[in-house]
């Protein structure tokens, strides 16, 4: 299942290892809702104008 968050109108693909959490707690993606502040990662690379996420930390 391929997956993206939208942040500031810019869409972004998550890696399916992408760690997904709420300070040092797992959670599930679902849990990720609009309007809720997230920080993220990338991997490093990207392809076009594509950046792949590695890690969404939500605040707690």
Same mark, same amino acid.
């Given at each position: 299942?391929?997956?993206? #968050?939208e ?16 300070g ?7 849990? #990720? ?6 920080? #993220? ?20």
């Amino acid at each position: 299942m391929e997956r993206s #968050i939208e942040i500031d109108g810019v869409k972004h693909r998550l890696l399916p290892i992408a760690q997904l959490r709420k300070g040092s707690s797992p959670v599930q993606f679902s849990d #990720i809702t609009v309007g809720k502040q997230v920080k #993220i990662w990338f991997a490093g690379y990207d392809f076009g104008n594509e950046k792949f996420v590695t890690k969404v930390v939500m605040d707690s």
